[in-house]
């Protein structure tokens, strides 16, 4: 477990989504009701920014081909409807020290 830095408290407001870049990978947070989350933020598909995607609840919903992952998981939990793959991807727990969202990478 290590804790790494990703933002202020305030740069994910709530209900809002926002990518951050930690060690070479880029990190999608979200603040949902107050509570935050964070799964890897490129889509593992064509590689989109989920950041610029939408959201049902916990569901993220890439912005390209309409994947859909839960960010609690990173689990894919709708496809694609045409050929292609989607793998799932990696969620992280986050914590917020001294007004900084922390991810556990
Ligand atoms: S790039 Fe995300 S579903 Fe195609």
Redesign the pocket.
Known sequence: MVLIKACLVEDVPLNGMKAVSILGRVILVANLDGQFHAMDGT?S????NLALGSRDGFIII?P????RFDIRTGKVVQG?SHEGR?NDLRAYRVEVVDGCLHIDM
């Open positions: 889509c598909h064509q590689f989109a890439c390209l081909h309409g994947a694609l989607v």
